[in-house]
């Protein structure tokens, strides 16, 4: 059935440019925490829901929303602008660079002004430890 066979490549584009983001961010990301000593976080995939959800609304609102101190929410043009912007500021530097965290999540949405809206949401990984009472 040739219905079947047919690609909608705008649907395959964005995919394609929201996975690039993400990996992106990420490598950046980790590149400023290795610089200054500290280890490479590990991507937390509830995290990454979580923060492509707040992109998402905030791109297609407009609005502002409060998300935790350990999230940053910033708008541009691409990634790198909003990294380097991040980088300069000190609460969303700190974020990054805080040497307590271990886990990162990230979601981008380009916004109805035709920026591109990134969500860095960090935690710190949970470990449970199991012995016998």
Do not use: W
Request: with cysteine; proline share 3%; aromatic share 6%.
């Amino acid at each position: 059935d040739e219905s079947i066979r047919k690609i909608d490549y705008n649907v395959l584009k964005e995919n394609f440019l929201a996975a690039g983001h993400f990996a992106n961010n990420a490598v950046l990301v980790n590149t400023e925490r290795n610089k200054n000593g500290l280890p490479s976080l590990q991507r937390n995939l509830q995290l990454d829901a979580r923060a492509c959800d707040i992109a998402k609304r905030v791109a297609k609102d407009q609005q502002p929303v409060t998300i935790t101190d350990l999230g940053n929410l910033k708008r541009g043009p691409t990634i790198r602008v909003i990294h380097a912007s991040m980088m300069e500021n000190e609460k969303e530097r700190s974020n990054i660079l805080n040497p307590y965290i271990t886990e990162f999540g990230m979601g981008t949405a380009k916004g109805i002004d035709g920026m591109l809206y990134l969500c860095q949401l960090f935690a710190k990984a949970q470990v449970l430890v199991c012995s016998d009472l």
